[in-house]
């Protein structure tokens, strides 16, 4: 066998014949797929109302688009992309509170696949600068996150903190915009915090230590789960 060294061209107009989409995909047909959707230059997709920036290398495509365009189950989509991320072939945006761009595909080696001089050096340094402005744009998402709820905290209780790092810590954890409201909601109520407001304050709320347990009071009992065993008291 050859060495897989080398490229081909392969023109995005092959997606124009009708023999392209007309049969369930394969496996290494849905890749190619992925490749020839992905942006060659920064382009922008509508989604909600909302303009969202698509960086090249990056496809803009929902799991259900991908599952009509294949004509697979969106189950067999999913692991189909789980596969690849975990070969390394492409990443997701890890950022699940905000919806808008929970949907972007990066390929990961999307700069050698379409060079044909790339060497190692110039590989790894462009693999480090994409990586690095995909670190600064997830910084800057938990940054505007963690603003918005400080200011919904300091609307509630008449507060004008600024310290967000306590709140950036927990979204970077998997925590969530409507996770860290629902904790102030829920300390608003709490007697103990209305008897000690001083502690209605981002350390307190947002402390790693706290996370666990305030966000689990804060969660709504599940559906048909019944009345809680334990007997809550009765606050006026």
């Not at 189950?75 to 972007?104: A, C, M, T, Y």
């Not at 007697?191 to 709504?220: G, I, K, M, V």
């Amino acid at each position: 066998m050859e060495n897989n060294t080398g490229w081909i061209k392969l023109h995005r107009a092959i997606m124009d014949h009708p023999d392209w989409l007309a049969e369930q995909f394969t496996r290494a047909q849905a890749w190619v797929d992925l490749l020839l959707l992905a942006n060659h230059k920064v382009g922008h997709i509508r989604k909600r109302g909302i303009l969202i920036e698509v960086r090249r290398g990056q496809v803009g495509y929902s799991e259900e688009t991908l599952a009509a365009r294949w004509k697979w189950s969106r189950e067999k989509v999913r692991r189909f992309l789980g596969r690849l991320r975990v070969d390394g072939q492409i990443s997701r945006n890890p950022v699940q509170q905000n919806k808008n761009l929970s949907n972007l595909i990066s390929i990961t080696n999307y700069e050698t696949y379409q060079s044909n001089e790339a060497t190692n050096e110039t590989t790894e340094k462009q693999q480090t600068v994409q990586e690095q402005e995909c670190k600064n744009e997830k910084n800057n998402l938990y940054r505007q996150n963690a603003l918005q709820i400080l200011s919904y905290l300091n609307e509630k209780t008449g507060k004008r903190y600024r310290d967000t790092s306590f709140i950036e810590a927990r979204l970077k954890d998997g925590g969530t915009v409507d996770d860290c409201k629902r904790i102030i909601d829920t300390k608003l109520k709490d007697p103990y915090f209305r008897e000690n407001p001083r502690f209605l304050n981002p350390q307190t709320l947002f402390r790693p230590s706290h996370w666990d347990q305030y966000l689990n009071e804060a969660l709504p009992l599940a559906a048909g789960s019944g009345k809680p065993w334990f007997k809550e008291a009765d606050h006026a």
